[in-house]
């Protein structure tokens, strides 16, 4: 079967550095993808991570450790703009199903 | 410009009368996917479509049809809708490296 496992809701000051933890335990791994998602809207890609490791990216680093089924997203220099949910997802295999996501952390960046 | 798009954005519907949702993409993926949004659980994969004419149930399939006649379009059916089917729906397809990229989302309610 598939979990995956993240907070419901962070709160973080505007400048600061906030760091979003997913736990995943999945019947196969080919990837894990960070998406943000402000209310309302579509979710959009952040980051991609196969590799144990920091990818970064701008404001946005994601790392990856695939033996102990976890991950965090690090969110640098807060901005008013950076308020909304983030969505761990776990791509299980190359093929047929696509991505698994968590229920989501809910960020609340305050002045 | 790349995107997916689905109609209609919002819809109010009445218990038993048949819907259809659609979803069209220009990025001449293969892989296109549903998923219905719902508050503490997430993003729930109701059905995917590997290639033309090829369909599989996701997570939550009951109560849901799909059809893949060509490649840039993904229609959700709902033959007869009920009030748990009241829910945000997102359309997506997917790249070969595994990234979904989604439409604008449709959010639906059964009365």
């Known amino acids: 079967g598939q979990n995956i496992d993240q907070p419901t809701e962070m709160t973080a000051t505007e400048g600061a550095i906030v760091q979003i933890n997913c736990t995943y335990q999945?019947?196969?791994?080919?990837?894990l993808f960070w998406y943000q998602q402000h209310a309302g809207e579509a979710p959009t890609f952040l980051s991609y991570?196969?590799?144990?490791g920091l990818e970064e990216k701008g404001r946005f680093s994601s790392f990856l450790s695939r033996s102990k089924g976890y991950s965090y997203l690090l969110l640098k220099e807060l901005q008013m703009k950076d308020s909304a949910s983030y969505l761990c997802?776990?791509?299980?295999?190359?093929?047929?199903?696509?991505?698994?996501f968590g229920s989501g952390t809910r960020l609340q960046v305050q002045p | 410009e790349a995107q997916v798009t689905q109609n209609p954005r919002y819809l109010i519907t009445v218990t038993g009368k048949k819907l259809t949702v659609t979803c069209s993409q220009n990025?001449?993926?293969?892989?296109m996917s549903w998923y219905r949004q719902d508050p503490g659980l997430g993003l729930r994969q109701i059905y995917y479509?590997?290639?033309?004419?090829?369909?599989d149930k996701g997570d939550v399939p009951e109560g849901y049809k799909v059809s893949r006649k060509e490649k840039r379009n993904f229609p959700l059916i709902l033959e007869s809708p009920s009030p748990n089917q009241t829910s945000l729906y997102f359309c997506?397809?997917?790249?070969?490296?595994?990234?979904?990229?989604f439409g604008e989302g449709s959010r639906l309610t059964v009365l």
């Open positions: 997506a397809s997917r790249t070969g490296a595994g990234e979904l990229f």
């Open positions: 999945t019947s196969g791994f080919n990837g």
């Open positions: 997802a776990v791509s299980p295999d190359t093929g047929r199903r696509a991505l698994t």
């Open positions: 991570n196969v590799l144990d």
């Open positions: 479509s590997m290639n033309v004419e090829v369909t």
């Open positions: 990025m001449n993926h293969e892989y």
